[in-house]
Every structure is written in C-alpha cells, then in structure tokens.
C-alpha cells in the first residue's frame, strides 16, 4: 500500500525540457509586445503553445506519445496542479478544474498540430486561444506568433534541447 504514497519518479531530463518551455513561454515580449494578456490564462496559453511542438516531436512515426513525451506530460499537470493548488484552488473544485485544464490543453494540443504547417491555420488557432477577444487571425500579432510556432515546431526537433528561436525576430513590423 506504501506504494501508492510515494512519489512518482521523476524525468531529469524532461524536468529541464518543461522548465525550458515555461521560461521560454515567460519571456516578456509575448505580453509585451504582442500584447497576450498577462493573466494566468495568458500565461497557461503561453505555456500550452510553447508546450505543443515539444510534445508533438516526442511521438513516434505511428503517432504514439513516448515515455518521455509522457514523462514531459505528467511534468505540466504536476505543475499546473502546484499553480491550483497556490492560488487557493479548494478541494471541492480542484477536480473540476484540473478536467478543465486537461479539456483545454488537448483541444489547444489538437488544434495547432492540426493546423501546422499552414501560417494562415496556425494565426486562425492562435487568433482564437492565445488571444480570445475577437482577435482576427489576420491580426498581425496573430499571423506572427503563427511564424514562430512553425519555427517552434522544427526547433523542436532537437528535443531534449530545444534551441528556442528568438521571438524579437518575429515581432510584427507595427509593433516593433
């Protein structure tokens, strides 16, 4: 029974990889510059697209999670469930959140691999889950962070280090 209170083992190397994409989903110009809303929903968008290519590359040529795509996987629940749990999540609606994180992360999952590589599907996703205040995916914001996706998803490639492309290099010209 001893075995159920015990802590799962954790992935160093996958550890790393998700605190990677949570600095990386944090770095200031996504809420400055192309202005993602600097709430705890922005900032779970931002981690959930930052999150997509790097999963998505640790699947196989069959389409099945790896370990380690499982073990980066179970790294974000952990750490949205921490997130819940600090800012005061009681335990009566904790489930029902946590469902509700696991609801949103998949369909964001499903939408950006569904829509890359195509620039205009990925700012149509992004246009709707990054932004969400009837942004359109002819936004120049939104067909940017489209680009830096697509540049994400081949950095990804690299995985368990991911050479981040540089977001300063897709800012909007209006922006900038």
Same mark, same amino acid.
């Given at each position: /029974?001893?075995?159920? *209170? ?8 996958? +550890? ?7 600095? +990386? ?6 809420? +400055? ?15 959930? *697209? @930052?999150? &997509? ?5 640790? %699947? #196989?040529?069959?389409? !099945?999670?790896?370990?380690?795509? +499982?073990?980066?996987? #179970?790294? *974000?629940? $952990?750490?949205?469930?921490? !997130? ?6 009681? #335990? ?15 369909? %964001? *999952? #499903?939408?950006?691999?569904?829509? @890359?590589?195509?620039?205009? $599907? ?5 246009? %709707? ?11 120049? %914001? ?9 540049? /994400? ?10 050479? &981040? ?12």
């Amino acid at each position: /029974m001893l075995r159920f *209170f015990r802590k799962k083992p954790t992935n160093p190397a996958m +550890q790393r990889l998700y605190e990677g994409v949570v600095a +990386q989903a944090r770095t200031p110009v996504f809420y +400055q510059t192309f202005s993602v809303p600097d709430t705890l929903d922005g900032r779970f968008d931002m981690v959930v *697209f @930052h999150l &997509w290519p790097v999963v998505d590359a640790l %699947r #196989d040529e069959a389409g !099945n999670i790896s370990d380690d795509g +499982q073990a980066l996987f #179970d790294i *974000f629940v $952990a750490d949205m469930e921490g !997130n819940l749990r600090t800012i005061g999540v009681g #335990d009566t609606s904790f489930p029902k959140k946590m469902k509700a994180i696991g609801r949103s992360f998949y369909g %964001r *999952f #499903d939408a950006y691999r569904t829509a @890359h590589p195509d620039p205009e $599907a990925l700012a149509d996703v992004i246009a %709707r889950n990054v932004f969400d205040d009837g942004t359109e995916a002819s936004d120049p %914001r939104a067909a940017a962070l489209a680009h830096y996706g697509i540049a /994400m998803r081949a950095a990804a490639g690299t995985v368990p280090t991911v050479a &981040w492309p540089d977001p300063d290099m897709f800012v909007p010209k209006a922006a900038a």
